[in-house]
């Protein structure tokens, strides 16, 4: 849960903060949890709202992926075959940096789907949106993702 609200603030240690607020929120409203539906996912959603309202009163401005490519003016070379730890870890902040570029929705989709490894379905009930917006907030962040990426010279356009 912890990666889900850290993927959405971008700061580690606000999201530390935010998934003990989520835990008290939790504990004050068991009593309105669905027995029918799965803890996990009423979990993540009070997480996900609580990332999202902390980001509404911080009102910080949300940066365009067009101004990757212009503060990362030197291109990389592609990665060879077997890259080494210093590309990769080249590669993950690459990865970090686009990623804290994108929408919220987009970053809280790609952390429900990828980090905590939720299906669509599980997604669009984490966020409160319909399946295909789900899928449809997946495909435009992995989308803007590689063309981040490609900007940057990592990935062959």
Do not use: C
Request: no cysteine.
């Amino acid at each position: 849960m912890i990666s889900l609200i850290a993927r959405i603030v971008a700061d580690p240690a606000l999201a530390e903060d935010l998934a003990q607020d989520t835990f008290v929120k939790a504990y004050r409203n068991l009593a309105a949890f669905d027995t029918t539906r799965r803890l996990s996912s009423w979990l993540f959603r009070i997480a996900h709202n609580t990332a999202l309202d902390s980001l509404r009163r911080a009102r910080g401005p949300i940066a365009s992926l067009s101004t990757l490519s212009e503060s990362h003016a030197a291109h990389r070379a592609p990665a060879p075959a077997e890259p080494d730890p210093v590309e990769q870890e080249a590669l993950r902040q690459a990865l970090s940096g686009a990623m804290a570029r994108l929408r919220p929705e987009y970053r809280a989709a790609m952390a429900l789907r990828y980090d905590e490894g939720l299906a669509f379905d599980e997604v669009a009930q984490v966020m409160g949106i319909p399946e295909a917006t789900a899928r449809s907030h997946v495909h435009r962040a992995r989308k803007e993702l590689a063309r981040a990426l490609a900007d940057a010279g990592w990935l062959q356009k």
